[in-house]
């Protein structure tokens, strides 16, 4: 279901965010224009009971790929056992990465907890900005927790908001990172096939992406190699991994990938630049 605008402008005074990365640290500084904000983060010197007093909390703890290529969800896990430990009785929302069918099993593990997921968006070169003015809010939990947690978002006028369940959420979020995988892997692949046939790459590239169904750059840019970073390789291994016999796509955007890399490890620019310094440009 997609709704338009948010219409309960209530106010909520007090956020608590657990897990002050990248994400946190952005929600924390955005949300501080609206809230009393607490924090807390197993590095440095918080207090757990700040959190306790706050009648929505939100959890951006890190979720890393594991050996298996799969997300490790088990800081989140952890999190949601110290609040339940704590007889927290507030509003959850998790904005780490999850593992597809993570909400099932922790809503069943911690029936007593009101948790709802919203998988954050952001670009982490622009984390605050893009907190501040996301394309949309995705929501997904029991309609009476989704409601509190649009509370909070009073200030996201005119922003799509997306309000679903839990497994179109999850995939929802890692579709969008493995979309980002095949268009670097789609605009290498054009590169290649550029030099091959002697085509011009920008050109070739402003041919596609002037188009009013493209109408964006975005990962169609020649010249900036290999997706990377922290988020697009570990979400789209996690959907590749969690659908495998579904996911041909998604691992020729892998084989693409590790090509384009190991071809870069042993080249320059033209300014004399390792091309790998490029990695993760993609993001
Ligand atoms: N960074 C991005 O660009 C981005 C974008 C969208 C989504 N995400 C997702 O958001 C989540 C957070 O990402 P991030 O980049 O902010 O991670 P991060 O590694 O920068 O920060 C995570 C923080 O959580 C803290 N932490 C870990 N376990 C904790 C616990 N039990 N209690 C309290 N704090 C704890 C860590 O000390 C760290 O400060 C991940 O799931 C990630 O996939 C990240």
Redesign the pocket.
């Known amino acids: 279901m997609v709704v338009n605008k948010i219409t309960n402008k209530e106010l909520i005074d007090k956020v608590g965010i657990?897990?002050?990365?990248?994400?946190?640290s952005a929600l924390f500084k955005h949300l501080s224009n609206f809230y009393n904000v607490s924090g807390?983060?197993?590095?440095g010197n918080y207090n757990w009971n700040d959190i306790l007093k706050c009648p929505v909390s939100f959890i951006?703890?890190?979720?890393p790929g594991d050996r298996n290529g799969r997300l490790d969800c088990n800081?989140v896990e952890?999190?949601l056992q110290?609040l339940a430990s704590s007889n927290y009785s507030g509003v959850i929302i998790i904005?780490?990465?999850l593992g597809v069918g993570f909400m099932e099993n922790v809503t069943s593990k911690f029936p007593e907890l009101r948790i709802v997921y919203s998988?954050?968006?952001?670009?982490?070169k622009s984390?605050l900005e893009w907190t501040a003015n996301p394309d949309r809010l995705v929501f997904s939990g029991k309609e009476d927790d989704v409601r509190e947690a649009l509370k909070i978002y009073s200030w996201a006028t005119g922003v799509d908001i997306i309000i679903t369940d839990y497994r179109s959420a999850e995939i929802g979020k890692l579709a969008h990172n493995a979309f980002i995988a095949t268009k670097v892997s789609f605009t290498n692949t054009m590169e290649n096939i550029a030099a091959r046939g002697r085509g011009n790459i920008d050109d070739i590239m402003k041919i596609v992406y002037t188009d009013r169904r493209v109408r964006n750059m975005a990962h169609l840019t020649p010249h900036l190699g290999a997706f990377g970073g922290?988020?697009v390789p570990?979400?789209t291994m996690e959907l590749m991994n969690a659908f495998s016999s579904e996911s041909l796509l998604f691992k020729a955007d892998f084989v693409v990938n590790e090509t384009v890399k190991s071809n870069m490890k042993n080249s320059t620019t033209d300014k004399g630049i390792p091309d790998s310094d490029n990695y993760g440009e993609h993001r």
Not at 40 to 43: T, V
Request: glycine share 10%; with cysteine.
């Open positions: 657990i897990g002050l990365g990248s994400v946190g807390y983060d197993i590095i951006c703890v890190q979720t800081h952890d999190t110290k904005k780490s990465t998988p954050e968006f952001l670009r982490e984390a922290k988020c570990k979400d």
